[in-house]
């Protein structure tokens, strides 16, 4: 059995497929679109081929170091120079798929509280990811409270407070100005008292000065500590897809100044930029974990491999 028939039943078992197939339509498009032309042109498995298909990768985001690494895997499995096209194609969603590597994304949500922080560069999606990872919470029965912890950006306190009221969850809110680390003790502390399963900590993205940054993270990482064991358990990094590489090399400062755990890829919705998530689980080694889909509560969605790389292969097809 073929690669993608394998990874095709899982797909359609994902519960959340037609936000994938949605969600990964114009990475699809564009994708398909490119290697269409490469079929036209192909004769066989040379080094021509594998550089137009190395071209194609970058130009999806895939990032050059990924790339490189996918061609190189694909060249591994390619015995015979003379393997029709389709069958090199679905080698190569097989290598994008191992260089992937294990999925990684299982979370532990047994502390109680659990306290999640969400870090980022401005507007990559925080504040936003946090409702909606309230909201996924919510679902699943855990009593959910956020933490208003962006005491820097105007405005940003309401942008939570006004999701949790719509989600009916309590919001702790910092005062402007005030120290983020301050609300973040008002926070633990409250959820120690009030039977909280998950605490969700916003935070301010502002990336001027890396030592700026590094102090702030590392004080509100310290008290959340002194209140509750462990915490903060994890430590959820958003990355706007549709800012690519460039993105992508902006959030690495949050990698070297804290523990990352998992990743939260926002926007995925219209941008071509899918290829990304390659180059996230490679540059950084950590795993993507949430996926956005669009601006309503129930657009984040679990990050599963086999179906991201199916939406892409077949996405086309299914969408129609
Ligand atoms: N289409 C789309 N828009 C999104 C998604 N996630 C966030 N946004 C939008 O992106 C914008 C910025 O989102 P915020 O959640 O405010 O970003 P932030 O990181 O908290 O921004 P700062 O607090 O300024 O650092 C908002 O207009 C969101 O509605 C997504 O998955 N898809
Ligand atoms: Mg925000």
Same mark, same amino acid.
């Given at each position: 059995?073929?690669?993608?028939?394998?990874?095709?039943?899982?797909?359609?078992?994902?519960?959340?497929?037609?936000?994938?197939?949605?969600?990964?339509?114009?990475?699809?498009?564009?994708?398909?679109?490119?290697?269409?032309?490469?079929?036209?042109?192909?004769? $066989?498995? %040379?080094?021509? +081929?594998?550089?137009?298909?190395?071209?194609?990768?970058?130009?999806?985001?895939? &990032?050059?170091? @990924? #790339?490189?690494?996918?061609?190189?895997?694909?060249?591994?499995?390619?015995?015979?120079?003379?393997?029709?096209?389709?069958?090199?194609?679905?080698?190569?969603?097989?290598?994008?798929?191992?260089?992937?590597?294990?999925?990684?994304? $299982?979370? %532990?949500?047994? +502390?109680?509280?659990?306290?999640?922080?969400?870090?980022?560069?401005?507007?990559? &999606?925080?504040? @936003? #990811?946090?409702?909606?990872?309230?909201?996924?919470?919510?679902?699943?029965?855990?009593?959910?409270?956020?933490?208003?912890?962006?005491?820097?950006?105007?405005?940003?306190?309401?942008?939570?407070?006004?999701?949790?009221?719509?989600?009916?969850?309590?919001?702790?809110?910092?005062?402007?100005?005030?120290?983020?680390?301050?609300?973040?003790?008002? &926070?633990?502390?409250?959820?120690?008292?009030?039977?909280?399963?998950?605490?969700?900590?916003?935070?301010?993205?502002?990336?001027?000065?890396?030592?700026?940054?590094?102090?702030?993270?590392?004080?509100?990482?310290?008290?959340?500590?002194?209140?509750?064991?462990?915490?903060?358990?994890?430590?959820?990094?958003?990355?706007?897809?549709?800012?690519?590489?460039?993105?992508?090399?902006?959030?690495?400062?949050?990698?070297?100044?804290?523990?990352?755990?998992?990743?939260?890829?926002?926007?995925?919705?219209?941008?071509?930029?899918?290829?990304?998530?390659?180059?996230?689980?490679?540059?950084?080694?950590?795993?993507?974990?949430?996926?956005?889909?669009?601006?309503?509560?129930?657009?984040?969605?679990?990050?599963?491999?086999?179906?991201?790389?199916?939406?892409?292969?077949?996405?086309?097809?299914?969408?129609?």
């Amino acid at each position: 059995m073929g690669f993608i028939t394998n990874i095709r039943n899982k797909f359609f078992n994902n519960k959340d497929k037609q936000h994938y197939l949605s969600g990964f339509k114009e990475t699809s498009r564009s994708f398909n679109e490119k290697m269409r032309l490469l079929a036209e042109g192909f004769t $066989e498995c %040379n080094k021509a +081929f594998y550089e137009a298909l190395m071209i194609i990768l970058i130009q999806s985001d895939v &990032g050059v170091n @990924t #790339s490189e690494l996918i061609v190189n895997n694909l060249k591994s499995k390619i015995k015979d120079k003379k393997t029709p096209f389709d069958d090199v194609v679905e080698k190569l969603y097989e290598s994008m798929a191992e260089v992937y590597g294990k999925q990684g994304n $299982e979370f %532990n949500y047994d +502390f109680k509280p659990t306290v999640i922080f969400v870090v980022g560069v401005n507007g990559s &999606g925080k504040t @936003t #990811s946090i409702a909606k990872l309230a909201y996924y919470f919510k679902q699943q029965g855990k009593k959910v409270a956020v933490v208003a912890a962006d005491t820097f950006r105007a405005g940003a306190i309401d942008q939570l407070a006004k999701w949790a009221e719509r989600l009916d969850i309590a919001c702790i809110l910092g005062k402007q100005q005030r120290d983020p680390a301050a609300v973040i003790v008002d &926070g633990c502390r409250y959820a120690n008292e009030n039977d909280i399963d998950i605490l969700l900590c916003d935070t301010a993205g502002r990336l001027q000065n890396k030592t700026n940054l590094m102090n702030e993270l590392a004080k509100m990482i310290k008290v959340a500590k002194r209140e509750i064991e462990d915490a903060p358990h994890h430590v959820w990094l958003t990355i706007d897809a549709s800012t690519g590489q460039n993105g992508l090399s902006q959030a690495r400062i949050f990698t070297e100044v804290t523990n990352v755990s998992g990743i939260i890829l926002t926007k995925m919705d219209g941008t071509a930029k899918g290829g990304i998530i390659l180059a996230i689980k490679h540059e950084l080694n950590i795993p993507v974990s949430f996926v956005g889909f669009g601006e309503k509560v129930d657009d984040l969605k679990e990050f599963e491999l086999d179906s991201y790389i199916y939406s892409i292969a077949n996405g086309i097809k299914d969408v129609g």
